[in-house]
C-alpha cells in the first residue's frame, strides 16, 4: 500500500482491509511512519514516534491495526513522555496508562505517536516555545487550531485517519474547523478522564477524538464511552448504539441557529455566508430553521470561565514545578501562562464557589432552550483559521483576563457548552474562498450525542466534505 492509497481510507475502511487480509496491521503501522517522515516536516504536527508502536485490542477489535496518535496533553501511556507542550515539562514520563488509553487500546488503535498542543492547552492555535508552531495542512502559513492542533493538521494531512483531542473550551472542535474535520466534544462524563483526575477543570474538559468521517466518530464513542469506578459522573447510556443511529435519519428536527455571539464579537463576512448556505442545506433536509439562541449573563460566564481556567492551570503547573523541580519562570513558562498561572493562584476558594454558581445558573438558563429546540447550530469560530503568530501565546503585553478574552474573540461560540456540560459537534460543511476550511457548531441537549452524530451522518451524505488537505509538493 502507497501512501496516496493509505489517505484515501478512514479508519473503519483501514480496519477492513486488516480483517480482510489485504493488509497487515504492521503494514499500516509502516504505512503511517512513511507518512510522517514524509508530511511531518511541513505540518510539525508529531513530536514523537512511539518505536515500536503502542499496539493493542484482539484481531476482531473493531479498529484492529489502525494508526492512531495521542495528544500530548491528559491521555497518556506507562512509560511515554508527556509534556504538555511546556518546557517547564520537558522529559516528564507517565507511569501509567489513563483509562481512555487503555479503552483507545481495547478498540484495536496502534498508537504511532503523540501530537502537539499549546502549553497545558490553553490557546486556540497550537504554535509553542518549546516545539515551534503546528502548520495547518491546508494553507501552511495558517494556524491549525488548539488546543487540539497537533492532531487536527496529522489528520488532515494524512498521517493516521483519526487521533484522540480534548476540550475544555472548544479545543477539539477548533481544530476542526481550522483543518476541516469532525469534531465530538461528549457530554460531561460521556468518556473517561482517570484515574490521574475526577473530571477536567471541574466538569469543563471532555476528551475524545478528530476524525475524517462521522462513521469513525460514531464508532469509537461506542467503544470508549461508560464510566470507570470511582467517576464522579454516571449518564444514561444510549439508547442505540451510535454506529447503528447514524444509519438511520433524524426524523424532522427543529434547529435554532445564531450567528451573533453572545460576547458582540464581529463574525466573519464569510463565515456568516457559511452559516446561512448551512442553514439552507439543513432546511432541504426536510428540517425546520428558526433563528433564536439561549440567553444567559454573558459577563458573569466568562469571568466565571476565566476563574476556573486558571485555578486548574495554577494547581496543574504547580504540581509539574514540583515533579521537575525547574523553577516557575518565563524560561518555563510562555507568557501569558505564566500570567494566568499567577492570577489562578491569587484566588481564593470562595472564587472558585463563585464560579461553580454561574456555572450553575448559566446550565439553568441554557437547558430549558433545548426543550424548545433539538439542535443549535453556530458557527464554530468568528473567523476562519487565522495566519500564524495572530494568537500569540507568548505576547509579554497581555494579562491574564486580557488573554481569555482574546481566546473568546477567536472562540466566541464553543466555551458555553462546556460549561453546561452539553455535546455539541463541529463539521467540514463549508470553505472560504481560498479554500480553507470552516466548521459549523450543532450543540445538542444533555446527553444526546445520538441526534448530533445523526445530523451529522446525514449532511456528510448531503454535501460531502474534502478528506485530506493537498499539501505542496505530497499529493
Known amino acids: 500500500m502507497n501512501l496516496s492509497e493509505y489517505a484515501q481510507y478512514d479508519a473503519l475502511g483501514l480496519a477492513a482491509l486488516v480483517r480482510s487480509r489485504e493488509v497487515s496491521a504492521a503494514e499500516l503501522t509502516a504505512c503511517a511512519r512513511e507518512a510522517i517522515e514524509t508530511l511531518n516536516p511541513q505540518v510539525n504536527a508529531v513530536i514523537e514516534q512511539f518505536d515500536p508502536a503502542e499496539a493493542g485490542g484482539k484481531p476482531d477489535a473493531p479498529f484492529f491495526g489502525v494508526p492512531f496518535l495521542v495528544k500530548d496533553l491528559v491521555v497518556h501511556a506507562a512509560g511515554r513522555r508527556c509534556e504538555m507542550g511546556s518546557r517547564l515539562a520537558l522529559g516528564m514520563v507517565a507511569d501509567h496508562d489513563t483509562h481512555l488509553m487503555q479503552r483507545f487500546r481495547a478498540a484495536g488503535l ?143 428536527l427543529r434547529i435554532a441557529w445564531t450567528d451573533r455571539p453572545w460576547s458582540g464579537t464581529a463574525v466573519d463576512p464569510q463565515v456568516q455566508t457559511a452559516l446561512a448556505a448551512t442553514v439552507r442545506l439543513c432546511a432541504a433536509q426536510g428540517h425546520e430553521l428558526v433563528e433564536a439562541r439561549p440567553e444567559f449573563d454573558y459577563e458573569d460566564y466568562i469571568n466565571a470561565t476565566h476563574v476556573i481556567w486558571t485555578a486548574n492551570l495554577a494547581g496543574w503547573v504547580d504540581l509539574i514545578a514540583a515533579a521537575t523541580g525547574r523553577e516557575i519562570n518565563q524560561g518555563t513558562l510562555e507568557s501569558t501562562t505564566l500570567a494566568c498561572w499567577e492570577h489562578g493562584r491569587s484566588l481564593l476558594a470562595s472564587d472558585l464557589l463563585w464560579a461553580f454558581g454561574v456555572m450553575n445558573t448559566v446550565s439553568r438558563s441554557v437547558a430549558p432552550f433545548f426543550t424548545d429546540h433539538d439542535l443549535l447550530l453556530t458557527p464554530t469560530a468568528a473567523r476562519p483559521a487565522l495566519p500564524l503568530g495572530e494568537m500569540n501565546a ?61 445530523i451529522a451522518a446525514q449532511l456528510e451524505q448531503a454535501a460531502p466534505w474534502p478528506q485530506i488537505a493537498p499539501l505542496p509538493g505530497q499529493r
Open 110 to 252: 496502534h498508537t504511532v505517536g503523540r501530537t502537539q498542543a499549546p502549553e497545558f492547552g490553553y490557546c486556540p492555535t497550537t504554535e509553542t516555545v518549546a516545539f515551534g508552531p503546528v502548520h495547518n495542512p491546508w494553507a501552511l502559513d495558517r494556524m491549525p487550531g488548539g488546543s487540539s492542533g497537533g492532531s487536527a493538521a496529522a489528520v488532515a494531512a494524512g498521517m493516521v485517519p483519526i487521533a484522540h483531542a480534548n476540550d475544555g473550551g472548544g479545543s477539539i472542535r477548533l481544530p476542526a474547523h481550522c483543518c476541516g474535520l469532525v469534531g465530538l466534544k461528549p457530554t460531561r462524563g460521556r468518556v473517561p478522564i482517570g484515574p490521574d483526575a475526577a473530571d477536567g477543570l471541574n466538569g469543563l474538559a471532555a476528551e475524545f477524538v478528530v476524525s475524517r468521517t462521522v462513521r469513525d466518530s460514531a464508532l469509537l464513542l461506542d467503544l470508549v464511552h461508560g464510566a470507570e469506578p470511582g467517576d464522579p459522573y454516571v449518564i444514561t447510556p444510549p439508547a442505540r448504539p451510535y454506529a447503528d443511529v447514524i444509519t438511520r435519519p433524524p426524523g424532522r
Open 394 to 454: 507568548n505576547d509579554a503585553g497581555l494579562d491574564a483576563f486580557g488573554w481569555t478574552q482574546k481566546v473568546f474573540e477567536f472562540a466566541p461560540f464553543t466555551a458555553l457548552f462546556n460549561m453546561t456540560g452539553q455535546p455539541a459537534v463541529s463539521l467540514p460543511l463549508a470553505r472560504t474562498g481560498t479554500g480553507l476550511p470552516i466548521g459549523m457548531q450543532f450543540a445538542g441537549r444533555w446527553g444526546d450525542e445520538a441526534t448530533l452524530l445523526a
